[in-house]
């Protein structure tokens, strides 16, 4: 019933048949009885072989373990092709990006970890600064812009995110929808806009905005915004949901949510994204990061991942399947996505910031956003 | 009565005190982290351990914890009562239906109450047929409260109803013959004998309230668990010196509880003595209507919404519009990783805390008393500080890395350890229950000690034990940080693949999995925990 082989639409299926091999095999190991051999020549199901469609390659005994802050959902996929493709085992440990970077913190140089992917910058900028990370070969990092990549290497981006507005379709009406983020703190949106304060996102965005118009005027535009009674939410997906329903009118998210929610409860969430002028800092894009830990045993096998994930085949999955905009390999967006104009992340040097993210956890702690 | 139930206090044998102090150390491990590590690395800037920024939400937490755990012992109390000495309808029914809030994962099931009964939710149609057109919104003090409290009055619930279920009918009679009301009766007779597993209760619905983070997160309530997440990245010191603060806080709660509870009479078990059915008249009615409206607020409520969302989900794979991103193999092998792993976890947690049990309750030995305070003000630490200190302690132990390395053992251990104070308290009640002149009995006609154990001992204390297993069992079931961390690379959960689906929104598949989450739980619990409880 959940999986329609006919109809087969593509999602991410990823290779039924061998992963249910694999988890039969198993579970015989598990009773204590000798498995039998199982599968020989195979390819890849569902969205994974939109990646790779040839016959997978023999198992070789070497292996990448990655610590993912992506979901499974959104990456499984790309790693089941790379599996596929390589012969390579990949074993994942899943978590938030920020629990996981303080686990790799706690684990030091005896991580088993090669591969640490995160959904923003600044656990990555966190790692960085303890020394935990290596360097992405050069000529990986050059697979992406300057823009998408740290100066020193210890960081290279693989798909982009932007900062929106998403708002109620019923509450708001559209000459209500602001150009600017400076705008918000007009009273016309008093108790109207909902903003992610704690979440990793909003943070390393309003890292790169102080960056880029000064702390002050970053801590004024928050205090103004907590002034006109902005609401705290404690993430994306739950102002989504919230702006969905019509509990608020409108929020400042990544642009992504909105197609998840939407594609699960379909008209009857209420809800849209709004895309912030060219320029406005409010439309930042916010890159996810792949890193190579410097406990890694294999290197070399790390930066043949990164490279796979910004391959033109990955590249296109994040654009068509997670909607997510692509950065390397010469992609286009998908159609539905607005075209990008706005400031990127990458393009600041994140490492470079230092403390920017402790300061700016301390300036957001200060507004009073906190407190309701 | 009281006095003539006062235990000797005698010398707890040898192999018993040596278990006791191995238990405390093997639990001890979060605490040692958080103490070695706060001397390593300091406490940060000393201004800002005792700012506002940190007061302020020490204080938040306070104010909740002390209000949950008040709200949570009068209804888990008053409804361990109806469901055991009164004539309500459906009472089997009701049995197994309200443990079940302990299952949903907090991060999926304060969402799926603001689905339902936010502004805008699935309740509201209901409400406004009804005449109610505007909701309050769950938010902020008010709503964390809510919350919280629905989700954690089993912990009363649960040891209450198995301590009332075995109290023996004569003594209530009696109460009656003499001319007491029901009220009275309840008051004099049930409270003071069902005293022990209430104080054990409520300890645990205080140090829960202190370590939770994904409802008072999602209601926007800003606690000391937000500010230690918040200051985990930006300022590591900082966020190990409040843990070390809710440690400290935690202990001197379990210490302050035990010490009220010592003075408490111990509770009276007699097998074969029917409990007594109270009448409840015409009460019964509206009892009957304040059950239903708790299970209704705790189960049916985050229900309605996880179900609308898997229901939608499968619907539209079914037309093809859009499939799901888990496949039945995927379903299977985490619902059989969450079974089996729970349910060992469960009657490992048992066994672990019984010897801390015995040294508390009938030996009153101080190896006990602290093995105990350690046992439970673990309770109070965040998940997610149980699992890293877990990889710091094993990454750095050889011996147990290459004995144990990437095995579910380990995970079992640091459930355990998370989850074993949910069945010390109830153990030590259960203990504690056991007639000491059965043991005189069973001594006099030549029964060993292991055989005074199993034939003296478990059948009087099985259905609080089950009581105790069943807690830690629905919670393993939920957790997620240990789940996520400790576990061998590739090894799902439900609740690991919940929080996959729900983290980006892929609500279908959250749905559909915690709907299987919580049939699982109703399963379980009957078989392992209400059923047992009626054939004792």
């Known amino acids: 019933m959940l999986k329609n082989e006919t109809t087969a639409p593509p999602r991410q299926r990823a290779d039924v048949a061998a992963k249910r091999c694999r988890q039969l095999a198993a579970l015989v190991v598990a009773l204590g009885v000798a498995a039998a051999a199982c599968g020989s020549a195979r390819t890849l199901e569902g969205t994974a072989a939109e990646i790779y469609d040839g016959e997978c390659v023999a198992e070789s005994d070497r292996q990448l373990t990655v610590y993912s802050g992506r979901t499974e959902n959104l990456i499984q996929p790309v790693l089941d092709a790379f599996a596929c493709e390589t012969g390579i085992t990949v074993a994942v440990r899943w978590g938030a990006s920020t629990d996981l970077a303080l686990l790799l913190a706690e684990e030091g140089d005896r991580t088993p970890a090669d591969v640490f992917l995160s959904r923003s910058p600044g656990p990555v900028g966190f790692l960085a600064n303890q020394g935990l990370l290596a360097t992405v070969d050069g000529d990986v990092a050059n697979l992406v812009t300057a823009d998408h990549r740290s100066d020193t290497r210890t960081w290279v981006g693989f798909s982009g995110r932007q900062r929106v507005l998403v708002y109620n379709l019923d509450s708001v009406a559209d000459d209500e929808l602001p150009a600017s983020i400076f705008d918000l703190t007009d009273e016309r949106y008093r108790g109207r806009v909902a903003i992610p304060a704690t979440n990793g996102s909003f943070v390393d965005w309003f890292t790169v905005f102080r960056d880029q118009h000064g702390s002050d005027t970053a801590a004024q535009w928050l205090d103004d915004m907590v002034a006109n009674d902005a609401r705290y939410y404690p993430n994306n997906r739950s102002i989504v949901e919230a702006a969905g329903r019509g509990e608020i009118d409108m929020g400042l998210v990544n642009h992504y949510y909105q197609y998840q929610v939407a594609a699960a409860l379909g008209d009857d969430h209420r809800a849209a994204n709004w895309d912030f002028a060219g320029d406005d800092v409010g439309s930042m894009l916010i890159i996810t990061a792949a890193t190579v830990t410097s406990a890694s045993d294999d290197p070399g096998l790390s930066n043949q991942f990164i490279a796979y994930l910004l391959s033109q085949a990955a590249q296109q999955y994040f654009s068509n399947e997670t909607l997510e905009y692509p950065l390397a390999a010469g992609v286009a967006p998908a159609g539905v996505l607005p075209p990008l104009g706005g400031p990127e992340i990458g393009s600041i040097d994140f490492d470079a910031l230092g403390d920017g993210f402790a300061r700016s956890t301390e300036i957001i702690e200060a507004s009073g956003i906190l407190n309701e | ?536």
């Not at chain 2, 198995?162 to 029901?182: F, I, K, N, Q, V």
């Not at chain 2, 093995?371 to 200190?389: C, E, M, Q, W």
């Not at chain 2, 059948?459 to 807690?471: D, I, N, R, W």
Request: glycine residues 8%.
């Open chain 2, 1 to 536: 009565m009281i006095g003539a139930l006062r235990r000797r206090r005698s010398r707890a044998p040898a192999a018993l005190r040596i278990a006791g102090v191995v238990l405390a150390f093997a639990f001890a491990f979060p605490g040692v982290y958080l103490v070695y590590r706060a001397l390593r690395d300091g406490t940060g800037p000393e201004g800002l351990l005792w700012s506002a920024r940190t007061l302020g939400p020490l204080w938040r937490s306070l104010r909740l914890a002390v209000s949950v755990s008040a709200s949570a012992l009068v209804l888990g109390t008053g409804l361990a009562w109806l469901t055991m000495r009164t004539d309500l309808p459906l009472r089997k029914l009701w049995r197994v239906l309200l443990p079940l809030p302990l299952v949903y994962p907090t991060f999926v099931g304060a969402a799926a109450f603001i689905r339902t009964l936010n502004p805008g939710g699935l309740a509201n149609d209901l409400l406004s047929s009804i005449g109610i057109d505007s909701v309050p919104e769950l938010r902020g003090f008010w709503g964390a409260w809510f919350v919280l409290v629905m989700m954690t009055f089993p912990y009363v619930y649960l040891p209450v109803a198995a301590r009332l279920r075995h109290l023996p009918g004569s003594l209530e009679e009696s109460a009656r013959l003499l001319g007491d009301s029901a009220f009275a009766v309840f008051r004099r007779i049930c409270l003071p004998h069902a005293g022990t597993a209430i104080g054990a209760g409520t300890l645990l619905v205080f140090l829960y309230t202190l370590s939770d983070f994904g409802a008072v997160q999602l209601m926007r309530y800003d606690t000391l668990t937000r500010a230690i997440a918040t200051n985990y990245l930006a300022n590591p010191p900082v966020a190990l010196a409040l843990s070390l603060m809710l440690l400290v806080l935690a202990a001197i709660v379990v210490l302050a509880e035990r010490w009220f509870s010592r003075r408490l009479p111990d509770a009276m078990s007699a097998k074969g003595d029917r409990p007594l059915d109270y009448r409840l008249g015409r009460w019964r009615p509206y009892a009957t209507a304040a059950l239903a409206l708790t299970v209704f607020a705790s189960v049916i409520a985050p229900f309605i919404a996880l179900a609308d969302w898997a229901r939608r989900g499968l619907f539209r794979s079914l037309t093809g519009d859009r499939a799901l991103t888990v496949d039945y193999a995927a379903i299977a092998e985490s619902t059989f990783n969450t079974v089996w792993v729970s349910v060992v976890a469960a009657v490992v947690s048992v066994a672990a805390v019984l010897p801390i049990a015995l040294l508390v309750g009938r030996y009153r030995s101080r190896t006990g008393s602290l093995a105990h305070a350690v046992v439970i003000s673990t309770f109070a630490l965040p998940g997610l500080l149980i699992a890293l200190s877990m990889r710091f302690w094993t990454l750095r132990t050889d011996l147990v890395l290459d004995l144990l390395g990437d095995t579910a053992a380990l995970l079992i251990f640091a459930y355990i350890v998370r989850f074993g104070s949910l069945a010390m308290g109830i153990s030590v009640v259960a203990v504690r229950s056991v007639p000491e002149r059965l043991h005189d009995s069973a001594r006099l006609l030549g029964a060993g000690p292991l055989r005074r154990f199993l034939t003296v001992d478990m059948p009087v204390m099985g259905p609080a034990l089950g009581a105790g297993a069943g807690l830690v069992l629905l919670s393993v079931m939920k957790e997620l940080p240990i789940s996520l961390f400790v576990s061998p690379l590739g090894f799902s959960t439900l609740t690991t693949r919940i929080y996959g689906s729900f983290e980006d929104a892929f609500i279908a598949e959250a749905g559909l999995l915690s709907v299987i989450l919580v049939v699982l739980s109703f399963v379980l619990t009957w078989f392992l925990v209400v059923r047992r409880q009626e054939h004792a």
